[in-house]
Structures are given as structure tokens and as C-alpha cells.
T-cell receptor, first 115, second 116 residues
Framework: DAMVIQNPRYQVTQFGKPVTLSCSQT?????MYWYQQKSSQAPKLLFHYYDKDFNNEADTPDNFQSRRPNTSFCFLDIRSPGLGDAAMYLC??????????????FGPGTRLTVL | AQKVTQAQTEISVVEKEDVTLDCVYETRDTTYYLFWYKQPPSGELVFLIRRNSFDEQNEISGRYSWNFQKSTSSFNFTITASQVVDSAVYFC?????????????FGKGTLLTVNP
């Protein structure tokens, strides 16, 4: 089945130790997104790619970076994780920009723990 | 600025009861899109429905129905004859169409617990 896949599902890292989360999609969608969701909160958009064009949200900390080497894959790099970065990280895709076919499809998430 | 309000933080019902989840939105755009997502305990956000601002028809899909009213800026979601498997957090979300705005603005979610 076509889907959005995130690896790993659970990630434990140490304070300050860089970590990379990965997302892949078989939907061939143009847009890929990374969201951060803390406990009992709504998902918060960090950034998105439209094809190769990277778009950062204004309030996304510099500690968070992303790479999209091809259509299928997108990575979230956290350069120096702090305790406040512990959260669920959700990857999503949409076929196009906002418009008729812009519903976003989410992966299962990676739950990040920072020790 | 766009905003989505889900006033109900938590709802608890007994199986087979009907339940309505409220969603009120704010936007300055005349063209916009509304969504409902379900987030079960496993964590994955599951897309349920998209509604365009120019289409006010209500929709029914099995036990789910949605009531979109532009006059009150509301997009409410009703589950008929609820089941334990409906237990989840439900998010209402809004997307504006203007320019390069790709953002989905989510409400804070409503935790629905369906008890057997």
C-alpha cells in the first residue's frame, strides 16, 4: 500500500547529541512536511518542502534542519537536542500546494526522548 | 490570521451514543479548506474529510457526518452509534489557499473516550 513511513518509531538520544529522523513516501507527492507534536498539543509545523524548495516556519529554531535528497525521502536533523525537544515528530505529504488536493497524509510518527 | 477553536477538550460517552465534536474557525480568506483528522493512541494522524469553503453541502460517510455552516464559521463532526474503536483525539484543521501558505492550522483537539 502507498504510504508515509517513518523510521525509527522510537528514538532515544542524549542531551546535545545530534539525531536524524527519516521519512519516506510512496505516494509520489510533491510536498513533504515535518511537524512537532508535544504531549496533549496540536501538531506544529516546523518546515515543508515543495519539491526541492525548502520553506522554514518563522518560529522554527535553528537547531532543526531538514534535507530532501529526492522525491521519496525527507530527513529531520536536530543538531543539539535539548530536553524541550522531546516530542512526537510527524512527517506528512500532500499531492499539491493548498487547493483542491491538498489533504495531508501523515506517517506514524517518531517519538523522540532526550535524556 | 487563521485560527481553529475546538472548545471541547475531552468528551466521554458510552458505546452506541451519538456524539458531536465542535469546530469553529476564523479566516480572512474567501477560499479555504477545512479538515478533520483522527489520532488514535498509536499516534498516526488519519485523514477523515476535507471540505472546501465554496461547498457547504453536508456529508455523511457511514457513521460519520459533517455539518459545515459558513454563517457560523463552524464545521462540526458527528459520530452516530459510537464504538470503542472511535476513541481517539480528533483534530479540526484549516488551510488557506492564498499564495504559498501551506500551513495546516490545527485546533487543540478533542479527546473522545467511548466506554463499553
Amino acid at each position: 500500500d502507498a504510504m508515509v513511513i517513518q523510521n525509527p518509531r522510537y528514538q532515544v538520544t542524549q542531551f546535545g547529541k545530534p539525531v536524524t529522523l527519516s521519512c519516506s513516501q510512496t505516494l509520489n507527492h510533491n510536498v513533504m512536511y515535518w511537524y512537532q507534536q508535544k504531549s496533549s498539543q496540536a501538531p506544529k509545523l516546523l518546515f515543508h518542502y515543495y519539491d526541492k524548495d525548502f520553506n522554514n516556519e518563522a518560529d522554527t529554531p535553528d537547531n532543526f534542519q531538514s534535507r530532501r535528497p529526492n522525491t521519496s525521502f525527507c530527513f529531520l536533523d536536530i543538531r543539539s537536542p535539548g530536553l524541550g525537544d522531546a516530542a512526537m515528530y510527524l512527517c506528512a505529504t500532500s499531492r499539491e500546494k493548498p487547493g483542491q488536493y491538498n489533504e495531508q497524509f501523515f506517517g506514524p510518527g517518531t517519538r523522540l526522548t532526550v535524556l | 490570521a487563521q485560527k481553529v477553536t475546538q472548545a471541547q477538550t475531552e468528551i466521554s460517552v458510552v458505546e452506541k451514543e451519538d456524539v458531536t465534536l465542535d469546530c469553529v474557525y476564523e479566516t480572512r480568506d474567501t477560499t479555504y479548506y477545512l479538515f478533520w483528522y483522527k489520532q488514535p493512541p498509536s499516534g498516526e494522524l488519519v485523514f477523515l474529510i476535507r471540505r472546501n469553503s465554496f461547498d457547504e453541502q453536508n456529508e455523511i460517510s457511514g457513521r460519520y457526518s459533517w455539518n459545515f455552516q459558513k454563517s457560523t464559521s463552524s464545521f462540526n463532526f458527528t459520530i452516530t452509534a459510537s464504538q470503542v474503536v472511535d476513541s481517539a483525539v480528533y483534530f479540526c484543521a484549516l488551510s488557506e489557499s492564498g499564495g504559498s501558505n501551506y500551513k495546516l492550522t490545527f485546533g487543540k483537539g478533542t479527546l473522545l473516550t467511548v466506554n463499553p
